[in-house]
């Protein structure tokens, strides 16, 4: 069945550290891969996306790129800010699904401190 | 526009209660979901509906109903709270395809 897998967290950062949080999936074909963040207190909402092979998804600052080869969707950031502290999910859709299902991980605690 | 709304934001029930969480959507979608957030655990899916008039059940089906109420409305039902349905429940919407859906605030539900 498809999966993803995240680093488990927290992960704990000063203001300006660079930011990697490692992300892989299993799935038949071509999924499209997703980046959705959770702020405190609040539902998800979605970052970035990519939909195909060595697309590269960005927003506000955060990149990551669909690897078919390695099967991985890493979410990067060169400069984080306080307010980047947030619970961060790497998801899935799989190719086969019309209805738009997504396959959650099980979310990165990021915590950034002054 | 207020995107995708839920009620109750929290609420408390004792083993055995019922209790329906509500949800709607302004974005004029087509599909809506229902999850559960539980830590470490990501987000479960419980039942969708890939369009108004149809539900399906996701990953987490036992204890739920749903009703597709219209093509704005999609309702959790629970016929006999039980403790293990202690937990953050969110709704979402999408268009077909491409899976990107947008997020209710959730409701915190403690059962005790």
């Known amino acids: 069945g498809n999966s993803v897998t995240q680093m488990e967290g927290p992960v704990t950062l000063s203001e300006e550290a660079f930011l990697t949080i490692n992300c892989t999936y299993t799935a038949t074909g071509y999924p499209s891969l997703f980046w959705y963040v959770q702020y405190p207190g609040e539902g998800l909402q979605l970052l970035l996306k990519?939909?195909?092979?060595?697309d590269k998804g960005s927003n506000k600052g955060f990149e990551a790129t669909y690897r078919k080869e390695t099967t991985s969707f890493h979410l990067e950031k060169g400069s984080v800010q306080v307010s980047d502290s947030a619970v961060y999910f790497c998801a899935l859709s799989p190719p086969t699904d019309s209805w738009g299902k997504l396959q959650f991980g099980a979310g990165t605690q990021v915590v950034v401190t002054p | 526009n207020a995107g995708v709304t839920q009620t109750p934001k929290f609420q408390v029930l004792k083993t055995g209660q019922s209790m329906t969480l509500q949800c709607a959507q302004d974005m004029n979608h087509n599909s809506m979901y229902w999850y559960r957030q539980d830590p470490g655990m990501g987000l479960r899916l419980i039942y969708y509906s890939a369009s108004e008039g149809t539900t399906d059940k996701g990953e987490v089906p036992n204890g739920y109903n749903v009703s597709r109420l219209n093509k704005r409305e999609f309702s959790l039902r629970l016929e006999s709270a039980a403790p293990s349905q202690t937990s953050v429940y969110f709704c979402?919407?999408?268009?077909?395809?491409?899976?990107?859906?947008?997020f209710g605030p959730g409701t915190r539900l403690t059962v005790l």
């Open positions: 990519a939909t195909k092979a060595d």
């Open positions: 979402a919407s999408s268009e077909r395809g491409w899976g990107e859906q947008f």
